[in-house]
Nanobody
Framework: QVHLVESGGGLVQPGGSLRLSCTAS????????TDWYRQAPGKQRERVAR???????TYADSVAGRFTISRNNAENTVYLQMNSLKPEDTAVYYC???????WGQGTQVTVSS
């Protein structure tokens, strides 16, 4: 069973930056695709970024050019660098391993002045 743990959320002003981290209980990230999702109050969970085992990345249109997903295999961690944050980025962010159907507990990101 794979366990994912997110960290790095918090309160930030519009235009600010945060870096989220997702650490796995086993060395899965180098071999499998990993996603970052988010869910805002009253809205469906949406995928914002994906990194494949080969290192290819894709982004939702709403975050393209502002968010960057990356991976450190040695640390068994996937990151989500979020820049130029907007109030509409406020949500709980989750790390997801599709092949394991594993989710983390989520980390809250709040963008507000």
């Amino acid at each position: 069973q794979v366990h994912l743990v997110e960290s790095g959320g918090g309160l930030v002003q519009p235009g600010g930056s945060l870096r989220l981290s997702c650490t796995a209980s086993s060395g899965i990230f180098s071999s499998y695709m990993t996603d970052w999702y988010r869910q805002a109050p009253g809205k469906q969970r949406e995928r914002v970024a994906r990194i494949t085992n080969a290192g290819s990345t894709t982004y939702a249109d709403s975050v393209a050019g502002r968010f960057t997903i990356s991976r450190n295999n040695a640390e068994n961690t996937v990151y989500l660098q979020m820049n130029s944050l907007k109030p509409e980025d406020t949500a709980v962010y989750y790390c997801h391993s599709p092949i394991h159907d594993a989710w983390g507990q989520g980390t809250q990101v709040t963008v507000s002045s």
